[in-house]
T-cell receptor, first 113, second 112 residues
Framework: NAGVTQTPKFQVLKTGQSMTLQCAQD?????MSWYRQDPGMGLRLIHY???????DQGEVPNGYNVSRSTTEDFPLRLLSAAPSQTSVYFC????????????FGEGSWLTVV | GDSVTQMEGPVTLSEEAFLTINCTYT??????LFWYVQYPGEGLQLLLK?????DKGSNKGFEATYRKETTSFHLEKGSVQVSDSAVYFC???????????FGAGTQVVVTP
């Protein structure tokens, strides 16, 4: 039972480089999302998806793109990395109905130098 | 908009002490409430949840009661262990689409 799987776990990027954080879930969840975690700020929503082909912006979407071509996968793309994007990124998924638990991946530690 | 406020840390306790982490929220609807825990170097794990007023969530000796009248969901544990050292996040889910609003997190340090 894999749950929510994120790769890579650690990554160092140079300013201006692009990269994709991968996220996959095997629970057939409709809802998937990406958060970033910064000290003293909790987790903030970047983008989310309520099903294949449907995505929307969260609280802090600038500098990030997402797509949802399948139910299982929800990659997060950094278009041109900036030091302000140094953070820990978490992918999450859940069933649609309110009250259902939201499950998180183990996190991806990203440093932009 | 929705928001969650939790007490600032770090909270430092001795083993077997009583732990309380305060959490209050504002929401337009009737949210579900969650406590997540993050151990050092790890991701977030669901600790407990409550989906309606007066519900009590419990797990691993931790408890929290959904108090609609005070818009609170305080986390408590009667006797903490060193292994409880972690960051604890209070969160709410106010819609069917699964978006979570998090508090800033409270670091708890338990010393032997």
């Amino acid at each position: 039972n894999a749950g929510v799987t994120q790769t890579p776990k650690f990554q160092v990027l140079k300013t201006g480089q692009s990269m994709t954080l991968q996220c996959a879930q095997d629970m057939n969840h409709e809802y998937m999302s990406w958060y970033r975690q910064d000290p003293g700020m909790g987790l903030r929503l970047i983008h989310y998806s309520v099903g294949a082909g449907i995505t929307d912006q969260g609280e802090v979407p600038n500098g990030y793109n997402v797509s949802r071509s399948t139910t299982e996968d929800f990659p997060l793309r950094l278009l041109s990395a900036a030091p302000s994007q140094t953070s820990v990124y978490f992918c999450a998924s859940s069933y649609r109905a309110e009250g259902n638990t939201i499950y998180f991946g183990e996190g991806s530690w990203l440093t932009v130098v | 908009g929705d928001s969650v406020t939790q007490m600032e840390g770090p909270v430092t306790l001795s083993e077997e002490a009583f732990l309380t982490i305060n959490c209050t929220y504002t929401a337009t609807g009737y949210p579900s409430l969650f406590w997540y825990v993050q151990y050092p170097g790890e991701g977030l794990q669901l600790l407990l949840k409550a989906t309606k007023a007066d519900d009590k969530g419990s797990n691993k000796g931790f408890e929290a009661t959904y108090r609609k009248e005070t818009t609170s969901f305080h986390l408590e544990k009667g006797s903490v262990q060193v292994s409880d050292s972690a960051v604890y996040f209070c969160a709410l889910r106010d819609d069917s689409w699964g978006k979570l609003q998090f508090g800033a997190g409270t670091q708890v340090v338990v010393t032997p």
